[in-house]
């Protein structure tokens, strides 16, 4: 059974910085290309970073040079580490392998505000 844990997420003010992990189970995460979305209240779930099937990264714009994706093969988790946070990052967070929409977890809930 494909299942995702996601947390880390919380309450911080604008400039601050969280860390979200995503514990994966019933499948590796180094079999697949990972990817962190988000959706916004009103919003449609966006993809925010991620792998590509040939290993590299791409990263919605909104988050270029502010985010960074990473994985740990050994734990089976996958990172979010979010840097230079603003009000327009609130959102709930996700991951998941990219274009695999049967499993989803319960997100994490980041909200920037002052």
């Known amino acids: 059974q494909v299942q995702f844990v996601e947390s880390g997420g919380g309450l911080v003010q604008p400039g601050g910085s969280l860390t979200l992990s995503c514990a994966a189970s019933g499948f590796r995460v180094s079999a697949f290309p990972m990817t962190w979305l988000r959706q916004a209240p009103g919003k449609q779930r966006e993809l925010v970073v991620g792998?590509?099937?040939?290993?590299?990264?791409r990263y919605a714009e909104s988050v270029k040079g502010r985010f960074t994706i990473s994985r740990d093969d050994v734990k089976n988790t996958v990172t979010l580490q979010m840097n230079s946070l603003k009000s327009e990052d609130t959102a709930v967070y996700y991951c998941?392998?990219?274009?695999?929409?049967?499993?989803w977890g319960q997100g994490t809930q980041v909200t920037v505000s002052a």
């Open positions: 792998f590509t099937t040939t290993g590299r990264v």
């Open positions: 998941n392998i990219a274009g695999a929409d049967r499993y």
